[in-house]
């Protein structure tokens, strides 16, 4: 049994297990938990660490704001210590920029694996890269005084953090482009209303509701609710028909583990 074990504490990010949840914490509350390559690569690190008991993961934001996007940093000349800068990249070859959007875009992919269920406790600013961290996790949670926003496009570049296909999958592709090509604020009442929220809670209780949500996954057996998750994620990409072949196996195979039935 684990209690608040800390598993990693570096470069912003700082990842935490309580039996079978975990909390991915950004920490850099001073530059509202602005993000940097260095934290990309902590965040995938987090995800490599976790336990095979987790079955939770919250991702929370200290301070004011989840995350108000990019560091700007990365587009000065001198860029991050130790790290090219952002024009450097640009100024090699696709596929050397391929490879290392790809290794960023790491950070944003494991919060979907099918063995977990991710919950975002979003609160303040969630702009650019933070508000495609949001869109990682499988649900959100926000702070009556959240502010997304998708600023990319307005900086003259597109959101590459993987936020647009969950985008367009919660709010539909119209209302995704308006958000992205406009850059505009999404506040709270309209993120629940859209589906970019789950809950919106006063922004003193979202570290209470976001326990209270893990909790209430946690009370359904793990198993059922792997094969639960997997079969709705695929929903999207599956016909009727497939889907309905889809259930029948996941129930089949729930079928045969409850009754104790080997192949």
């Not at 790809?102 to 694996?113: D, P, S, V």
């Not at 609160?123 to 961290?133: K, S, V």
């Not at 926003?149 to 539909?172: F, K, W, Y």
């Not at 970019?196 to 059922?224: F, Y």
Request: glycine content about 8%; aromatic content about 6%.
């Amino acid at each position: 049994m684990t209690s608040l074990d800390s598993v990693l504490d570096k470069d912003g990010v700082r990842l935490t297990v309580d039996d079978a949840v975990a909390t991915v914490t950004l920490t850099n509350p001073a530059k509202r938990n602005a993000q940097s390559p260095a934290l990309w690569r902590a965040l995938t690190e987090a995800g490599r660490a976790l336990p095979g008991s987790v079955r939770v993961v919250v991702l929370r934001g200290e301070g004011q704001s989840f995350s108000a996007g990019l560091d700007r940093q990365a587009f000065t000349p001198e860029g991050f210590d130790g790290e090219p800068s952002f024009l450097d990249m640009a100024r090699g070859s696709e596929t050397e920029l391929d490879a290392t959007i790809a290794e960023y875009q790491e950070a944003f992919t494991w919060w979907r694996r099918n063995d977990i269920v991710s919950i975002a406790a979003v609160q303040g600013h969630a702009i650019g890269a933070g508000f495609q961290l949001a869109l990682a996790c499988d649900l959100r949670i926000a702070a009556d005084d959240v502010q997304f926003a998708m600023r990319e496009t307005s900086l003259g570049l597109v959101p590459d953090l993987t936020g647009t296909h969950p985008l367009v999958n919660l709010v539909g592709y119209a209302r995704a482009l308006e958000i992205c090509a406009t850059g505009r604020f999404v506040h709270a009442e309209e993120a629940e209303r859209t589906g970019l929220a789950n809950l919106v809670v006063p922004a003193d209780q979202l570290d209470a509701a976001a326990h209270d949500l893990a909790a209430a996954l946690l009370a359904a057996p793990r198993d059922a609710v792997v094969e639960t998750k997997a079969l709705l994620s695929g929903a999207v990409s599956r016909t009727y028909e497939e889907q309905r072949t889809a259930e029948r196996a996941a129930q089949g195979r729930r079928l045969r583990d409850l009754a104790g039935v080997t192949d």
